[in-house]
């Protein structure tokens, strides 16, 4: 079967989110992150689903939760883009989409640890988002309240995954 990669933006703790949402806007990580995940298959949690809101366009959609969760308005099986509830890690390979496409986990932190522990990752894309001091009014404080020690470079490349790493200043 395949291998999967992963793909998360953190803050220089290693923090993924702030009261359940990505606490910073960076337009160049956006970029790189559609430019990087288009034409393949993006799984996530369901808590990840809720607070994207949209199905990611031009990519198949994968949400791991309960399927009761597609009664909610924001986990919905409309429209064009290809879309799928599933309830456990280990049927994402059971699609068929997923023979021919990469797959990339895009969190939270439950599937992100869930797909590390499940060894099946080979490759982490990784951004650091800096947050340098600016002369803006704009309040900057966006301490994240969800850290992901297993994130670390160093243990990253210590067990062996490919780490493709950029920084980005907010």
Not at 32 to 60: C, D, E, W
Not at 104 to 129: E, H, P, S
Not at 136 to 165: M, Q, V
């Given at each position: 079967?395949?291998?999967?990669?992963?793909i998360?933006?953190v803050?220089c703790?290693l923090?993924?989110?702030k009261?359940?949402?990505?606490?910073?806007?960076?337009?160049?990580?956006?970029?790189y992150f559609k430019?990087?995940t288009?034409?393949?298959?993006?799984?996530?949690?369901?808590?990840?689903?809720?607070?994207?809101?949209?199905?990611?366009p031009?990519?198949?959609?994968?949400?791991?939760?309960d399927?009761?969760?597609?009664?909610d308005?924001?986990?919905?099986?409309?429209g064009?883009?290809?879309?799928?509830?599933?309830?456990?890690i280990?049927?994402v390979?059971k699609?068929?989409?997923?023979?021919h496409k990469?797959?990339?986990i895009?969190g939270?932190?439950?599937?992100y640890?869930n797909f590390?522990?499940?060894?099946?990752?080979d490759t982490v894309?990784?951004?650091t988002?800096e947050?340098?001091?600016?002369?803006?009014t704009?309040?900057?404080?966006?301490k994240?309240?969800?850290?992901?020690p297993?994130?670390?470079?160093a243990?990253?490349?210590?067990s062996?995954?490919k780490?493709t790493s950029?920084?980005?200043?907010?």
């Amino acid at each position: 079967y395949n291998m999967y990669s992963l793909i998360a933006a953190v803050d220089c703790n290693l923090g993924i989110a702030k009261s359940g949402v990505i606490p910073w806007i960076c337009p160049a990580d956006l970029k790189y992150f559609k430019n990087v995940t288009t034409g393949h298959i993006v799984v996530m949690g369901y808590k990840t689903a809720q607070s994207i809101k949209i199905k990611l366009p031009n990519r198949v959609n994968i949400v791991i939760g309960d399927i009761r969760d597609t009664k909610d308005n924001a986990i919905d099986c409309m429209g064009t883009t290809p879309y799928h509830i599933i309830s456990h890690i280990e049927k994402v390979r059971k699609l068929p989409e997923n023979k021919h496409k990469k797959v990339f986990i895009i969190g939270g932190a439950a599937t992100y640890k869930n797909f590390l522990k499940w060894k099946v990752i080979d490759t982490v894309y990784l951004t650091t988002i800096e947050n340098k001091p600016s002369t803006s009014t704009e309040p900057t404080d966006y301490k994240c309240d969800l850290i992901c020690p297993y994130f670390d470079h160093a243990n990253l490349l210590d067990s062996g995954f490919k780490l493709t790493s950029s920084v980005d200043v907010l």
